[in-house]
């Protein structure tokens, strides 16, 4: 049986996957600040704009389950390091786009290797952080999305008032690829359960997927990404579209993008104290339902510091949302059916989370459009935070420990 205390000389390694998680959240955030240019170099609509943003989440949709069954066969540090290459090839191949097709299709191989990377790191984590340290650890790879957008955001928005959006894909290219030789050094190597093994793995995996808990939960987890997706990911575009100039709109959007590293990370730091995980969803769903009503639905145009008051309601949205995936990340465990694979039950539910993050910004920037303004966003985010709410309550956690699976424990 493998053991959850990592090997002599690995306890940091979980913050080499947490940086990995940002190298890849980094190439889903490039695009936000770039937009405006895209669309003038590209001749893009306002729909296929909210599609390039989402289109690198259409590998997850389709193949987490299978990113989980590939890492019983190859080893988690194999599929993780492979993802960042994708993720390096298809930004370098974006940056050489001509029009909207090609930068799709880049786009689309930038969502395989953001899914490898996405799927293995919180099994990798498992097995690598020192037990005292996997909620804070866990917290911290529930934040890296948020991390990544105040990054790529905080950056984008004055380097791109310089340079060229292809110079800015190259750059994320290099930045995509940074992370490897840390990987490969600090990780420690795959035991993968090879063909063998295939079969005790697809067992697992469809006992997983036969339990309702983890369907549950990865709806959940998408009612939370899909509007924050659409909100986050198209405030620089809200911003300009208001008026605003220069590199502010990057720059609010960023600190927006941080409060929801800080929501993570603070939950993670009140559950490491006792917090009850399910007593969080609930009020995080209902403090994003009220401050994007007031957010949106509120003429701010018309409102004395109505700018500063709008940006106060959007980074409380982002600061409550980032409590949802700490405590879905951290019940992974829990969720996972008894004779199950818990890295099946995190692939299933980036499936589902990353089908929200796909529709989210394509149906924010249609409502915007059939409206003529960002107004009418508040209708999806209310709509999926009230199924959130009330599909949380279904959440059902085991309270016994499963019999440990050995071979996912080695291969994630």
């Not at 990404?225 to 609010?252: E, H, K, N, Q």
């Not at 009140?270 to 639905?297: E, N, W």
Request: net charge positive.
């Amino acid at each position: 049986m493998a053991s959850k205390t990592p090997a002599s000389g690995t306890g940091s390694s979980w913050i080499v996957i947490v940086a990995a998680g940002v190298a890849a959240g980094l190439q889903v955030w490039k695009v936000p600040p770039a937009v405006p240019f895209l669309r003038h170099d590209l001749s893009l609509s306002l729909v296929q704009a909210g599609t390039l943003l989402g289109i690198v989440q259409l590998a997850g949709m389709l193949g987490g389950l299978g990113v989980s069954l590939l890492a019983e066969l190859i080893g988690g540090r194999r599929c993780l390091s492979g993802g960042l290459v994708l993720l390096f090839v298809g930004s370098v191949g974006g940056g050489f786009a001509w029009s909207a097709a090609p930068l799709l299709v880049s786009r689309a191989v930038e969502g395989a290797g953001f899914i490898l990377v996405a799927v293995t790191g919180p099994g990798l984590i498992r097995r690598t952080a020192p037990p005292g340290r996997f909620t804070t650890a866990m917290g911290f790879w529930g934040a890296y999305q948020g991390i990544s957008t105040f990054a790529g955001l905080i950056v984008g928005a004055p380097a791109l008032q310089v340079l060229s959006w292809r110079v800015w894909w190259w750059g994320m290219a290099v930045i995509a690829l940074a992370p490897l030789p840390w990987v490969l050094a600090r990780v420690p190597r795959d035991e993968a359960g090879g063909v063998r093994g295939a079969a005790n793995a697809l067992a697992r995996i469809g006992r997983t997927v036969r339990a309702p808990a983890p369907w549950t939960a990865g709806i959940v987890f998408a009612c939370y990404t899909l509007p924050w997706m659409a909100v986050v990911g198209f405030l620089p575009t809200i911003y300009r579209d208001g008026g605003m100039t220069g590199s502010w709109p990057g720059v609010l959007s960023a600190v927006v993008g941080a409060a929801n590293a800080v929501g993570s990370i603070t939950t993670a730091a009140l559950m490491k104290r006792g917090l009850p995980t399910r007593s969080l969803i609930v009020p995080a769903f209902a403090l994003m339902a009220v401050t994007s009503v007031l957010a949106f639905a509120v003429d701010w145009h018309g409102v004395p510091a109505g700018t500063a008051g709008q940006f106060a309601c959007v980074t409380v949205f982002s600061l409550t949302g980032g409590a949802i995936p700490a405590t879905l990340l951290r019940m992974i465990g829990e969720l996972t059916p008894v004779g199950g694979s818990a890295p099946a039950t995190m692939g299933l539910i980036q499936q589902l989370f990353n089908a929200g993050s796909f529709v989210g910004p394509t149906v924010a920037a249609w409502l915007a459009t059939r409206t003529g303004n960002w107004h009418s966003t508040w209708w999806l985010t209310c709509t999926c935070t009230a199924v959130g709410i009330a599909l949380s309550h279904r959440l059902r956690p085991r309270t016994t420990v499963p019999v440990p699976d050995t071979t996912a424990a080695r291969c994630t």
